[in-house]
């Protein structure tokens, strides 16, 4: 049930719509401050803002409607009626990449990891925002709790069925200080890092580190988008891990193309790979024990974390390898 901000005539605003809307021109605000001042080129700045805006609602509703096709009359009535409805921020994710892809394509920018370094930054201060839409309504939130009441953990919501107040996991709320202390960290390591960092890397970082919060965090929310093919697959995790996959591969490869192939490094990624099948196994037996979701959870948190930990090991072995090489040629 969403609540109204304001009722003009026949025009019904919700605080749904204005907090997303403040969390959008926060993203922007961040993204044009970062870019600007990390490249002063203001033609790709301004342009990857409306073409990245436009692609990131279509992406979004599509992907909403793939996973609540029951929620629209049609696909056609999903995609041009946007008085109900909702928004996938996995289709906001797709259309910012597509985005920045097109204004690479145009040769507006010639440096396509830097201008994603810039909006992972920003995109962190935008869900920090916008993931507190859903304190007006029932969106985001996971199991009852019994223990706490109170906040940042816990929020209450009435059941639509029986009309109780429920005291559940404000997921939601949980989101919004992952995103709001990633954006801090990257914001931090984006500034000391200026010069020493290979482009790209801030954006890398950001996809371990947010992929593994959604791992756990998607896990217990009761309104989870699932695939198609497979109702009970949750495509937020599944991408999660994909992206976390991403990082972790392309530091990996990084470091052996510069200091070649040795033994120890298999070590590394079956480390990683166990770390993985750890937190799989968790997923599936907090699914079984619900009663026992915090131990499966800490477990599974832990397991993420020793993942991406080892990711960025991997990623400081490749640096230290290219700075020495550059001191001897030097």
């Known amino acids: 049930m969403e609540q109204y901000a304001m009722i003009m005539g026949e025009t019904f605003l919700s605080w749904n ?31 990857a803002v409306p073409v990245c805006l436009v692609l990131s609602l279509i992406l979004a509703r599509f992907v909403h409607w793939y996973c609540r096709a029951d929620s629209y009359e049609s696909f056609w009535a999903a995609m041009t009626d946007h008085t109900s409805g909702g928004f996938a921020l996995l289709g906001a994710f797709a259309g910012c990449l ?10 507006l920018n010639r440096n396509l990891p830097q201008m994603l370094d810039c909006m992972a930054i920003a995109g962190c201060a935008g869900m920090a925002v916008g993931r507190l839409a859903s304190f007006f309504n029932s969106s985001d939130r996971g199991q009852i709790v019994e223990k706490v009441q109170s906040l940042p953990f816990v929020y209450p919501v009435t059941n639509a069925v029986s009309g109780q107040l429920e005291y559940r996991l404000a997921t939601f709320v949980i989101q919004a200080m992952v995103a709001g202390a990633l954006f801090v960290g990257l914001a931090i390591f984006e500034w000391r890092s200026r010069g020493r960092k290979q482009d790209g890397d801030t954006c890398l970082i950001f996809l371990l580190f947010y992929g593994a919060s959604q791992v756990v965090l998607d896990s217990t929310r009761y309104d989870s988008l699932f695939f198609r093919s497979n109702g009970f697959v949750s495509m937020v995790q599944v991408l999660a891990a994909v992206v976390m996959a991403f990082a972790a591969v392309l530091f990996s490869v990084r470091l052996v193309k510069r200091t070649g192939l040795r033994w120890w490094y298999v070590l590394l990624w079956l480390l990683q790979a166990a770390g993985v099948g750890a937190a799989g196994y968790m997923e599936y037996y907090v699914q079984r024990r619900g009663n026992e979701a915090v131990f499966a959870y800490s477990v599974m948190s832990a397991c993420l974390l020793a993942v991406v930990a080892l990711a960025l090991v991997i990623r400081s072995l490749g640096r230290r390898s290219r700075k020495s090489a550059a001191d001897f040629i030097g």
């Open 17 to 47: 719509a204005l907090i997303l809307t403040a969390a959008a021109a926060v993203s922007i605000c961040f993204f044009l401050a970062f870019y600007l001042g990390k490249t002063g080129n203001a033609i790709a700045g301004f342009v």
């Open 98 to 107: 597509l985005g920045a892809g097109i204004v690479r394509v145009l040769f």
